[in-house]
């Protein structure tokens, strides 16, 4: 293990396999897990790769360490998404999910990272791969969650929509659909900044990180931000090219890091070093005013 350090934050780097290394980690002692673990039958060239029909087996122990070393009031946040195999996509995303439940995880939330520069292409019976899944996992219903951290601006449809209100806009205006969902509109009025929906739109990062899957620094920070606070612990127990442990120390949380292979981890002890000594503040990765050309349902649906 090698241990660094920025202003008042301790990084720990681990070279191990995270099955070996976690059982060193204390019970309920890490505040956020957030990780991109390899996927299935893919990095062949760096992982060796995992057969899709294997993956729960092969991920479900490790998964129950991670589930020991999170606290009651924590989060794992896992980025993932399924292969495609002879025409159809395999089910061992959703089949680890119903695992996971019986092990004793909640599954809370997911969220989708838009991937604004995919790679451009053309299948014969599919369009461009454009999103991720990132799932959202708790030990507990209530668990430590500060939504005022990545609130983002209102935009620029409120000046125009809110400037004349209408007796139906000033009061809760349920769905003619009889869905449950409804709106009130004057909510808005005098609003600068709102809740952001569960789409994040940020663009990747790969072929300078010397890393085949190397997501952007905003996407862990943004979760950073959302779960955790100062000095809290923070888990990558697939850390690739050391990503979460930058955004954590640059956010002013701790964090841990495992990394089973020399050369990705010589490669995040690297970056750490590269980018903390930049001395540059995190600034999380600006979401894409999509909002703008929604209709008044579906801003209703992500702002209430």
């Known amino acids: ?92 995303v959703l089949n680890l999910i119903h695992e996971m439940r019986k092990q004793g995880w909640l599954w809370t939330e997911e969220f989708i990272w838009h991937k604004r520069n995919c790679h451009p292409g053309k299948w014969p019976n599919r369009f461009r791969d454009a999103w991720e899944r990132l799932l959202q996992f708790n030990k507990n219903k209530k668990f430590n969650m500060y939504q005022e951290t990545v609130m983002v601006p209102i935009g620029d449809w409120a000046k125009t929509r809110l400037k004349n209100l209408s007796e139906t806009d000033k009061r809760r205006d349920d769905s003619k659909v009889g869905s449950g969902f409804g709106k009130n509109i004057s909510n808005w009025v005098g609003k600068e900044m709102v809740y952001p929906s569960n789409v994040l739109y940020l663009a990747t990062e790969s072929s300078n990180k010397n890393h085949s899957a190397t997501f952007p620094l905003s996407l862990p920070s943004w979760f950073i931000k959302l779960f955790t606070k100062t000095d809290d612990l923070v888990l990558d127990p697939f850390l690739g090219s050391g990503t979460t442990l930058i955004s954590a120390s640059l956010l002013g949380r701790n964090s841990i890091g495992i990394e089973i292979l020399q050369e990705y981890y010589d490669i995040a002890i690297e970056r750490f070093h590269e980018e903390t000594s930049k001395k540059q503040s995190v600034t999380v990765g600006k979401l894409t005013r999509i909002e703008e050309n929604f209709s008044e349902n579906q801003l209703s649906l992500l702002y209430g």
Not at 2 to 20: G, I, P, R, V
Not at 71 to 79: Q, R
Request: aromatic share 10%; net charge neutral; proline share 7%.
């Open 1 to 92: 293990m090698q241990t660094l350090t920025y202003k008042n934050t301790k990084a720990d780097f681990y070279l191990a396999d995270c099955l070996e290394a976690l059982k060193d980690i204390p019970t309920n002692s890490v505040d956020l897990i957030i990780t991109s673990p390899p996927y299935s039958d893919q990095r062949n060239g760096s992982y060796g790769g995992i057969h899709p029909d294997k993956y729960v087996e092969w991920f479900l122990p490790r998964t129950s360490e991670l589930l020991r070393v999170l606290k009651p009031t924590g989060t794992f946040i896992l980025n993932i998404k399924e292969k495609v195999i002879n025409g159809e996509r395999h089910t061992y």
